[in-house]
């Protein structure tokens, strides 16, 4: 198994003409902004994508993207264990904002979706309220919101997050077959 890298964002910068970026985002979110000539694959079909991001990792070095930093890791290490040697985005696109880098918009349009974080908040947010509201008529509905407490913590601790997993699957955040078959292509012929 390979050792992923960590490049922060001025080495990536400094070299992104010459890296193959990947994009582990949802659509929705790759959609608000993205580093430049970055492929969209998000982390739930990396699996599918292993033989064209192989054949890529054979004509130039991988670095891998998402918000913050923890889905690109994750993405990385799955990458290693198929012998794909890849480096990750310190801190994420957040942190390739923050230090004042463009970001490339398709079509030159700003889409407003939300982020998964901003999601996984709302979402959990409104159980634990729903759990608390309900537990005033039955207490047993209570244990909701503990669940979702539970699940959190676990969440922090084994940085990975179920929730995300769950809503990366509504329509907003999956990918258009077409969408993905064109972005595998790329890759194919990068």
Known sequence: MTTPRTLDTEQARTRLH????????TPGEYATGHLPGAHNIPLDHLDRALPDIRHAAQ???ILVVCAS???????????ATHGITTATLAGGT????ADG???????????TAWSMERQVRLAAGAIVLAGLALGRLRPAFRLVSAGVAGGLAFSA????????????????????????EATLS?????
């Open 18 to 25: 010459e890296l193959i970026v990947l994009d582990v985002r």
């Open 59 to 61: 004509r130039g070095d």
């Open 69 to 79: 930093g923890a889905r690109s890791e994750n993405a990385c290490h799955t990458l």
């Open 94 to 97: 957040g942190a390739w904002a």
């Open 101 to 111: 880098h463009a970001f490339h918009h398709p079509d030159g349009t700003r889409r």
């Open 157 to 180: 601790v084994t940085n990975t997050c179920g929730m995300a997993a769950l809503l990366a699957k509504l329509p907003h955040n999956r990918p258009r077959q077409g969408d993905l």
């Open 186 to 190: 790329a890759l194919r012929n990068h």
